[in-house]
């Protein structure tokens, strides 16, 4: 059927929205109850702009660097070397 100039909905980019939400939801409170005091958010790119988007007050206070690299795919022994220009690893 034609549906005309009927947009159909960006199903994922809500999804990506409604996960970025979650994440930083969970940041905040672990940084409010003092799990955490510094943070280096890694993410791919199109996620990474979401996130800094939806950043608190103070989860941008304790932000101290971004990575804007998808390294899901990586074994966890690899993750230090990517990761070692913003920590001590």
Known sequence: PNRGSINEPNLKGQAAAAFAEKIITHLDHALQSGQFQRLVLCAAPAMLGILRQRLT?????????????????????????????????
């Open 57 to 89: 007050g103070p989860l941008k206070h304790a932000l101290r660097a971004d990575i804007a690299k998808d390294l899901t795919h990586l074994p966890l022994n690899d993750l230090p070397a990517h990761l070692s220009d913003v920590m001590v690893v």
